[in-house]
């Protein structure tokens, strides 16, 4: 019953003003009071849930809010084969031969490059660049590992010296990694 609750409220408000600052008990807390049904926060849906939180579950990939997007999506799996050193169906290259590479290319490389036989991440990566059935790839090996020096290798591979337009293409994330990666790339294919 509302007014005998309203009674209530009034008559425990009146005697609270007449107790001593010590003896009045202490008003609830301001998210207690939320809690109970304040119509603003209960208008707009986000009882409990604020607006962080909501982008933070979204962000986490929190299934109420990943389900959606995902039934939705127009793009087609890209599933992903994560193979760790040597772990793949090719055969890693253990020389430069392995690879059926062209002389010019051989001759750059041992003579200009001055490499004797490919690193690790060369040997497995090589294979899969060079030889059916090609994929996509993903490569991640630590600095100074020859990565660069291997992907140049693939590119020089596949273009055609005598077809003057643009038959490879190398995104970088800097102007000067660019001008790094086009150094190497003329100095392996001299001979191409
Ligand atoms: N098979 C190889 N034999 C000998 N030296 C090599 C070989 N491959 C690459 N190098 C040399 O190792 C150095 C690093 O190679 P590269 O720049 O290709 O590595 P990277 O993994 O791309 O490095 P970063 O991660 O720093 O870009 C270069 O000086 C390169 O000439």
Known sequence: DNTTGAAEAGSVAAKSQSLSPEERPTPPRRRTQLRAGQPG????????????????????????????????????????????????????????EDLNLSPELLKGLYVEMKFSKPSKIQAISLPMILTPPYKNLIAQAQNGSGKTTGFVLGMLNYVDPNLKAPQALCICPTRELAIQHLEVLLKMGKYN
Request: net charge positive.
């Open 41 to 96: 926060l209960r208008r707009n849906g986000l009882m409990g849930m604020g607006r962080t939180t909501r982008w933070t579950r979204r962000r986490a990939g929190h299934p109420r809010w990943t389900r959606r997007r995902s039934r939705s999506s127009t793009l087609s799996p890209c599933p992903l084969t994560t193979v760790t050193s040597g772990d793949t169906p090719y055969t890693s290259a253990r020389t430069f």
